[in-house]
């Protein structure tokens, strides 16, 4: 089993800036990747980003690219979810997956484990 804790959510203004953190811990030796996904009220849940914990290669949605960016602290089986220049539309509760195989990581289906949950909200 791997426990995941999120943390870092708020509230802010648009345009501002919000770094959110996972923690993993338990079986973590078997990590092959990491995500961030999130959902907004009354919509479905969606890939964000995702980083292959061996090698570092990272894969973005398009709504986020040149505004978020995913890290990770191997040593601290930690990852990391910088988001800049927040738009109200980024407002959701953003969720941290462990997948544990390759697949396809752009889909809930691509995970093992799944964290509680930390809300973000950006007014405008």
């Known amino acids: 089993q791997v426990q995941l804790v999120e943390s870092g959510g708020g509230l802010v203004q648009a345009g501002a800036s919000l770094r959110l953190s996972c923690a993993a811990s338990?079986?973590?030796?078997?990590?092959?990747?990491m995500a961030w996904f999130r959902q907004a009220p009354g919509k479905e849940r969606e890939f964000v980003t995702t980083i292959r914990w061996s090698t570092g290669v990272t894969d973005y949605v398009d709504s986020v690219k040149g505004r978020f960016t995913i890290s990770r602290d191997n040593a601290k089986n930690t990852v990391y979810l910088q988001m800049n220049n927040l738009k109200p539309e980024d407002t959701a509760v953003y969720y941290c997956a462990v997948g544990r195989r390759p697949g396809n990581l752009w889909t809930m289906g691509g995970y093992d484990y799944w964290g509680q949950g930390t809300q973000v909200t950006v007014s405008s």
């Open positions: 338990g079986r973590t030796f078997s990590t092959y990747a």
